[in-house]
């Protein structure tokens, strides 16, 4: 099973700042088949980025997507108050488990 | 509009079944890959199952944690998604998900819809 690390666990940033949320696998993903999730409380999982640096439908190019192989990264360019949320990165590229995250949480400093 | 809405949450005390419901609406069922992701109390994502569509032999998928109790199944005609679970541990207590797989090649794969969740508590 492919595990996936986040860091930072919690990132405290202003809004207009710049994200940078960080995701690393235990082994090579296949494809590039890694996606972002935001979460809000009490909401479901929203798909932000897939293949690791497409947007997914409707996401504003203030999110992007980069990285290969076991390094993956996240960009949210200028925080707006609705990004304060956790986000999740998970790998689909092996059968053996559609691995996620644990998540960082990003919160207003 | 992509819909998906759960049901079948509840309180069933250890050892119990329960059974979990997906209705989907407004996109071709019968031509996606359908996920159950569960997530406990306070805590991250975790998948579950995977059943493909019919063009890849209703194959099935499951996490660890949940094969040989867990059954993933779905009703084309129906558009409906379910989930039995049956032998069940207070570890499964969490927010049961459905999502679609989105369409297309490998890197396409991920979970592009998802429902609003359905609460499972599994305590005596």
């Known amino acids: 099973e492919i595990v996936l690390t986040q860091s930072p666990g919690t990132l405290s940033l202003s809004p207009g700042e710049r994200a940078t949320l960080s995701c690393r696998a235990s082994q090579s993903v296949n494809s590039n088949c890694l996606a972002w999730y935001q979460q809000k409380p009490g909401q479901a999982p929203r798909l932000l980025i897939y293949?690791?640096?497409s947007r997914a439908t409707g996401i504003t190019d203030r999110f992007s997507g980069s990285g290969s192989g076991t390094d993956f990264t996240l960009t949210i360019s200028r925080l707006e108050p609705e990004d304060f949320a956790v986000y999740y990165c998970?790998?689909?590229?092996?059968?053996?488990?559609?691995?996620f995250g644990p998540g960082t949480k990003v919160d207003i400093k | 509009e992509v819909q998906l809405v759960e049901s079948g949450g509840g309180l069933v005390q250890p050892g119990g079944s329960l059974k979990l419901s997906c209705a989907a609406s407004g996109f071709t069922f019968s031509d996606h890959y359908m996920d159950w992701v569960r997530q406990a109390p306070g805590k991250g994502l975790e998948w579950v199952a995977r059943i493909r569509n019919k063009a890849n032999s209703y194959s099935i998928e499951y996490a660890a944690s949940v094969k040989g109790r867990f059954t993933i199944s779905r009703d084309d005609s129906k558009n409906l998604l379910s989930l039995q679970m049956n032998s069940l541990k207070t570890e499964d207590t969490a927010v049961y998900y459905c999502?679609?797989?989105?369409?297309?090649?490998?890197?396409?794969?991920?979970?592009?819809?998802w429902g609003q969740g359905t609460m499972v508590i599994v305590s005596s």
């Open positions: 998970q790998q689909y590229g092996t059968s053996q488990g559609f691995t």
């Open positions: 293949g690791a640096s």
């Open positions: 999502a679609r797989v989105k369409l297309g090649g490998p890197p396409n794969k991920a979970f592009d819809n």
